[in-house]
């Protein structure tokens, strides 16, 4: 494929530079430039990869939302941004597009840095109502009266502890605030939870829905009630909702306005809608249906979860385009899937739990064959992690699967109601160390360095996927207490994945290779890039010692004293980040016990890492194999150079 291939425009979107432009179309002209969007963003995606179906399915939307709004000084925040690349393309960023997500390219997400439209930085879901109301309450007290602030958020991120939060809140604040409610009963996977079930309930309901149509038939005729046509619209839209839905609709019981639901497809309606709803004064929701993949015939005929970010595909046929060769070890989280799923066929006392992640962790697969044991919470980390203590109150072994980056959301719950109580649950962190495309908001940089300060902590990470299935097996061998296995995004380095289970000494590591000059001591995925860099070094007759350490915490302290008796220099490899992680881990232990020797360390520094090829982060922040080479010759440079002095 061409690295500069032009990507054809349609006769609208080819005019559109930003929202202004977009204001000049006939709104008769919407339903076209929809087409034309949808095909841009298909093309696109198809041949550069990234997430495709919640873009789609929210086409129609971001149109209207730029056509009635004034943005950027009205304001709009996306939740989570996985639907935010028609917005991208819409404010300036069209011809950018095809640098989605790459190396130095474009954001896969809203970023303020990025534009002005992106009023709000996000990746984790369910932070849009919070940051709308804040800046809402903002622009109240700047006297910024006619000023909007419009969050769209999916029915997925609705469930997660902060929106409800911020709804109480924006209830009882008299603000210029409109929440746009995406219904697609989806996060990536289906969406689950009583929330999920109420709008259902709303939006299939037959008796509701042919009475909404006449109330806004009514309500469109206002203007011929005179002077009392407010009190009457009120009257007419509670009435409906109030016999229909019983006495409390749930967002109004928090004093918001409830429209819908409507078709979040048909743009003609949607802006007429908004345009409506922009003069109502107050928190107000607007709940909108629309569809995953919507206007893709695969997407919206196949599975939606995996057409949430289905990779390269042939856009004519739907087909995956992959670079997998079935000889290609499997990625950590199937081998994560594949071995809990085998462990508790044993262990009946094993629990699966993760917070919306069914697919992503694999989990899936224990979902599939004990589904009576695998609980998909919705996104709700701090739930899964109580949920999960509870369950260990009463014997339960829970593995609570969360990506290392989601588990920052759950950290008090991690200290109190996990670590203080010294419960048995297990944390298997997927997405550890740098995750490539998604960037900052994603890489799970932090867990070493947050989790190695908890009393009771057990922290481990896996070299391979043998040792992965091993501290799997470990955990749930003995009452632990808590237990955490981090291990990175991406496949593991084995064909032969499926080892016969071997029950790990909790603290211990292993000698890889006996070398003469300098130790390196690796944590993680990251021992797979020293025992590359010592292929090559031994080429060049440099022989380095490799050490394995498994596990942060508990240390193994007798093997460090050998090391640290052994090799005056000594280098530390992590995929994390550096304050605080396991070289600080390392450092602490040689102040302790007074040593003086030389330590290097190799980690991620101390800025955010945006977003590229896992390959060209590790070498951004040189951890990669060399790296580890450049730096065991700089230092064996420095010893010749002190020798001769």
């Given at each position: 494929?061409?690295?500069?291939?032009?990507?054809?425009?349609?006769?609208?979107?080819?005019?559109?530079?930003?929202?202004?432009?977009?204001?000049?179309?006939?709104?008769?002209q919407?339903?076209?430039?929809?087409?034309?969007?949808?095909?841009?963003i298909?093309?696109?995606?198809?041949?550069?990869?990234?997430?495709?179906?919640?873009s789609?399915?929210v086409?129609?939307?971001?149109?209207?939302?730029?056509y009635?709004?004034?943005?950027?000084?009205?304001q709009?925040?996306?939740d989570?941004?996985?639907?935010?690349?028609?917005?991208?393309?819409?404010?300036?960023?069209?011809?950018?597009f095809?640098?989605?997500?790459?190396?130095?390219g474009?954001s896969?997400?809203?970023?303020?840095?990025?534009?002005?439209?992106?009023?709000?930085?996000?990746?984790?879901?369910?932070?849009?109502?919070?940051?709308?109301?804040?800046?809402s309450?903002?622009s109240?007290?700047?006297?910024?009266?006619?000023?909007?602030?419009?969050?769209?958020?999916?029915d997925?991120?609705?469930?997660?502890?902060?929106?409800?939060?911020?709804?109480?809140?924006?209830?009882?604040?008299?603000?210029?605030?409109?929440?746009?409610?995406?219904?697609?009963?989806?996060?990536i996977d289906?969406?689950?939870?009583?929330?999920?079930?109420?709008?259902t309930?709303?939006?299939?309901s037959?008796v509701?829905?042919k009475?909404?149509?006449?109330?806004?038939?009514?309500?469109?005729?206002i203007?011929?009630?005179?002077?009392?046509?407010?009190?009457?619209?009120?009257k007419?839209?509670?009435?409906?909702?109030?016999t229909?839905?019983?006495?409390?609709?749930?967002?109004?019981?928090?004093?918001?306005?409830?429209?819908g639901?409507?078709?979040?497809?048909?743009?003609?309606?949607?802006t007429?809608?908004?345009?409506?709803?922009?003069?109502?004064?107050?928190?107000?929701?607007?709940?909108?249906?629309?569809?995953?993949?919507?206007?893709?015939?695969?997407?919206?005929k196949?599975?939606?979860?995996?057409?949430?970010?289905?990779g390269?595909?042939?856009?004519?046929?739907?087909?995956?385009?992959?670079?997998?060769?079935?000889?290609?070890?499997?990625?950590?989280?199937?081998?994560?899937?594949?071995?809990?799923?085998?462990?508790?066929?044993?262990?009946?006392?094993?629990?699966?739990?993760?917070?919306?992640?069914?697919?992503?962790?694999?989990?899936?697969?224990?979902?599939?064959?004990?589904?009576?044991?695998?609980?998909?919470?919705?996104?709700?980390?701090?739930?899964?992690?109580?949920?999960?203590?509870?369950m260990?109150?009463?014997?339960?072994?829970?593995?609570c699967?969360i990506?290392?980056?989601?588990?920052?959301?759950a950290?008090?719950?991690?200290?109190?109601d996990?670590?203080?109580?010294?419960?048995?649950?297990i944390?298997?962190?997927?997405?550890?160390?740098?995750?490539?495309?998604?960037?900052?908001?994603?890489?799970?940089?932090?867990?070493?360095?947050?989790?190695?300060?908890?009393?009771?902590?057990?922290?481990?990470?896996?070299?391979?996927?043998h040792?992965?299935?091993?501290?799997?097996?470990t955990?749930?061998?003995?009452?632990?207490?808590?237990?955490?296995?981090?291990?990175?995004?991406?496949?593991?380095?084995?064909?032969?994945?499926r080892n016969?289970?071997?029950?790990?000494?909790?603290?211990?590591?292993?000698?890889?290779?006996?070398?003469?000059?300098?130790?390196?001591?690796?944590?993680?995925?990251?021992?797979?890039?020293?025992?590359?860099?010592?292929?090559?070094?031994?080429?060049?007759?440099?022989?380095?010692?490799h050490?394995?350490?498994?596990?942060?915490?508990?240390?193994?302290?007798k093997?460090?004293?050998?090391?640290?008796?052994?090799?005056?220099?000594?280098?530390?490899?992590?995929?994390?980040?550096?304050?605080?992680?396991f070289g600080s881990?390392?450092?602490e232990?040689?102040?302790?016990?007074?040593?003086?020797?030389?330590?290097s360390?190799?980690g991620?520094?101390?800025?955010?890492?945006?977003?590229?090829?896992?390959?060209?982060?590790?070498?951004?922040?040189g951890?990669?194999?060399i790296?580890i080479?450049?730096?065991?010759?700089e230092?064996?440079?420095?010893?010749?150079?002190?020798q001769?002095?």
């Amino acid at each position: 494929m061409e690295k500069n291939k032009k990507y054809k425009q349609g006769s609208l979107l080819k005019g559109i530079d930003s929202p202004d432009d977009l204001r000049k179309l006939r709104r008769s002209q919407l339903p076209q430039l929809s087409k034309e969007l949808r095909q841009y963003i298909i093309d696109i995606v198809s041949e550069k990869g990234g997430h495709f179906g919640a873009s789609l399915g929210v086409v129609e939307l971001t149109i209207a939302i730029h056509y009635i709004f004034k943005t950027p000084y009205d304001q709009l925040v996306w939740d989570v941004g996985h639907q935010a690349y028609g917005h991208k393309i819409l404010t300036g960023r069209k011809n950018q597009f095809p640098t989605n997500r790459k190396y130095k390219g474009l954001s896969g997400f809203p970023k303020r840095s990025e534009s002005v439209y992106d009023t709000f930085g996000v990746g984790h879901s369910s932070t849009s109502i919070s940051a709308a109301l804040g800046m809402s309450l903002a622009s109240k007290n700047k006297k910024e009266k006619s000023k909007q602030h419009i969050a769209v958020i999916g029915d997925g991120a609705m469930t997660a502890g902060l929106s409800f939060e911020a709804l109480n809140h924006a209830g009882a604040e008299d603000t210029n605030l409109l929440v746009i409610l995406n219904d697609n009963c989806m996060s990536i996977d289906p969406a689950v939870g009583a929330l999920k079930e109420y709008l259902t309930d709303i939006s299939t309901s037959k008796v509701y829905n042919k009475a909404r149509n006449k109330a806004w038939k009514i309500l469109g005729k206002i203007s011929k009630f005179g002077p009392n046509a407010q009190k009457i619209a009120k009257k007419v839209e509670s009435g409906i909702k109030t016999t229909v839905l019983g006495e409390s609709n749930y967002f109004e019981s928090l004093n918001f306005r409830y429209f819908g639901p409507i078709d979040g497809h048909d743009i003609k309606h949607l802006t007429q809608i908004l345009k409506d709803l922009k003069e109502i004064p107050g928190p107000k929701i607007l709940h909108c249906i629309t569809e995953k993949g919507k206007g893709y015939s695969y997407a919206e005929k196949g599975d939606t979860t995996k057409w949430h970010a289905p990779g390269l595909f042939d856009k004519k046929t739907g087909k995956a385009i992959s670079s997998q060769d079935k000889k290609n070890p499997l990625k950590y989280q199937d081998v994560f899937g594949e071995t809990i799923t085998e462990l508790a066929k044993e262990n009946l006392n094993i629990i699966g739990v993760t917070p919306a992640m069914l697919s992503g962790s694999s989990l899936n697969k224990m979902m599939a064959k004990i589904p009576e044991r695998t609980f998909d919470v919705g996104i709700a980390e701090q739930h899964a992690v109580t949920f999960s203590a509870g369950m260990a109150t009463q014997g339960m072994v829970p593995f609570c699967n969360i990506y290392s980056t989601f588990l920052q959301r759950a950290y008090d719950q991690v200290i109190h109601d996990v670590a203080i109580q010294n419960l048995n649950v297990i944390f298997c962190l997927d997405r550890g160390g740098l995750v490539g495309a998604d960037g900052a908001t994603h890489h799970g940089a932090f867990d070493y360095a947050f989790l190695r300060c908890i009393p009771n902590m057990i922290i481990s990470s896996p070299i391979n996927e043998h040792e992965l299935r091993n501290l799997m097996y470990t955990a749930q061998k003995n009452n632990h207490g808590p237990f955490s296995i981090r291990y990175p995004r991406g496949k593991g380095t084995k064909i032969e994945w499926r080892n016969k289970f071997k029950e790990l000494k909790i603290g211990k590591g292993e000698k890889i290779k006996e070398g003469d000059d300098i130790a390196i001591l690796s944590i993680g995925h990251p021992g797979n890039f020293v025992i590359e860099a010592n292929k090559k070094l031994e080429k060049k007759g440099i022989n380095i010692s490799h050490y394995n350490m498994i596990f942060i915490k508990p240390m193994d302290e007798k093997l460090l004293h050998r090391i640290f008796k052994k090799y005056n220099k000594i280098i530390t490899i992590e995929d994390g980040c550096l304050k605080g992680g396991f070289g600080s881990s390392i450092l602490e232990f040689m102040s302790d016990n007074n040593y003086t020797n030389l330590v290097s360390r190799l980690g991620i520094p101390d800025n955010f890492i945006h977003h590229g090829t896992q390959e060209e982060l590790w070498k951004e922040c040189g951890i990669d194999s060399i790296t580890i080479i450049k730096k065991v010759k700089e230092i064996m440079n420095k010893n010749r150079i002190s020798q001769a002095g």
